[in-house]
């Protein structure tokens, strides 16, 4: 399975931007960008998930790289509760292949924020 | 109620008995996932089924045996538990591309 690499940690002030990186230069073709954040004794949160273009949804957004071997998680304004373990995964097809779609969790970045 | 629901919560065994984690989900979909997550790590794969006749066995499987008794259920069983069996267990479900949906957990303790 393609792996990516994130920094341990990040810190963030509330109500600023937030923007977690993710190198993932082996990612096949048609690997998908997976993100989630588990706060301490819960289960993992899906975030948000992307192919080749950006995407938004009402919790973050996803910039994907044109060469698709980075991208980058946006928090718009960071509030307190976002503080938890945010995790990158690249999450190949499920549709055929030997790796079905599954997910494999790195450690990831645990965020802070301040108030 | 959650999409995924796991039982028990909070479960205290002792070493070699047998005990079995249940998890059920609404979300309508084929894919069913048991991981492991021990303090301060990412998650481990236990077993994974893409139906309830297809069952497969993830990055750390000995140990542990599973049973797809239905689309919407899937039970995961120690047979015989030690302490570093001692973790907490997530459930999770997914369609083929989109996100998960994880369970609570169960925190597990052997004694």
């Known amino acids: 399975d393609a792996k990516t690499t994130q920094p341990n940690s990040m810190e963030s002030n509330e109500e600023e931007p937030v923007h977690l990186p993710c190198n993932h230069s082996?990612?096949?073709?048609?690997?998908?960008i997976h993100w989630y954040r588990q706060l301490p004794s819960q289960g993992p949160e899906y975030v948000i998930h992307?192919?080749?273009s950006n995407v938004n949804n009402r919790m973050a957004s996803l910039a994907i790289a044109e060469d698709r071997k980075s991208s980058t998680l946006i928090l718009h304004r960071a509030t307190l509760r976002d503080a938890a373990v945010y995790y990158c995964i690249l999450r190949p097809p499920g549709t055929g292949g030997t790796s079905y779609g599954k997910l494999t969790f790195g450690q990831g970045t645990i965020l802070t924020v301040h108030p | 109620d959650a999409d995924v629901t796991q039982t028990p919560r909070n479960r205290i065994t002792k070493t070699g008995k047998r005990i079995m984690l249940e998890c059920s989900q609404t979300k309508g979909h084929d894919r069913m996932y048991w991981y492991r997550q021990d303090p301060g790590l990412g998650l481990q794969l236990i077993y994974y089924?893409?139906?309830?006749?297809?069952?497969n066995k993830g990055e750390i499987s000995d140990g542990y045996s599973v049973s797809r008794q239905a689309q919407a259920k899937f039970s995961l069983s120690l047979e015989s538990a030690i302490p570093n069996q001692t973790a907490l267990y997530f459930c999770?479900?997914?369609?083929?591309?989109?996100?998960?949906?994880f369970g609570s957990g169960t925190r597990l303790t052997v004694v």
């Open positions: 992307g192919l080749t």
């Open positions: 089924s893409f139906d309830v006749k297809d069952i």
């Open positions: 082996t990612i096949s073709g048609t690997d998908y």
């Open positions: 999770a479900t997914s369609d083929s591309v989109g996100g998960y949906t």
